[in-house]
């Protein structure tokens, strides 16, 4: 008599596609996280936060150099040539591919003035 263990069977097969499906769910949820990091949106929202504390930080007849390094390679790799980062009104905005970028408002009353060192990828900005 051939007896088999239907039951035992089950579990095992059970606990593989348990296993499998949590590996593919785990393994999505790394490369969306990992991609999102390093994706336009976040570089761009990133460094238009960070140009706009050290304008609302500045005081009049100060000049800061900023590093646009990150901002300058990605916009090469987009293959966007147009100027990285404007002011329009008291938002600064950052764009590294065509469309609209990202922009964060800063609170000073002082103007702004942007030069660009495209060697050096620095941003200087003067009050």
């Known amino acids: 008599m051939n007896i088999k263990n239907k039951k035992g069977d089950e579990v095992v ?7 499998v499906l949590n590996l593919v769910f785990f393994s999505m949820m790394i490369f969306f996280v990992v ?15 960070k140009i706009a504390l050290i304008i609302d ?3 009049p007849k100060m000049e800061v150099n900023v590093s646009l390094e990150q901002v300058y ?12 980062v404007y002011v329009n009104g008291n938002t600064i905005n950052v764009k590294v591919k065509d469309g609209v970028g990202s922009g964060f408002d ?4 002082l103007k702004p003035q942007l030069f660009f060192d495209d ?9």
Do not use: C, H, W, Y
């Not at 994706?39 to 936060?49: C, G, L, P, Q, T």
């Not at 800063?106 to 009353?109: L, M, P």
């Open 13 to 19: 097969l059970e606990t593989i596609i348990f296993i």
């Open 35 to 49: 991609r999102a990091g390093s994706s336009d949106v976040a570089i761009e929202e990133a460094n238009a936060k």
């Open 57 to 59: 930080a500045m005081e």
């Open 73 to 84: 390679n990605q916009a090469s790799k987009n293959k966007f040539t147009n100027v990285p």
């Open 106 to 109: 800063f609170f000073t009353t």
């Open 119 to 127: 060697e050096n990828k620095l941003l200087t900005i003067r009050t």
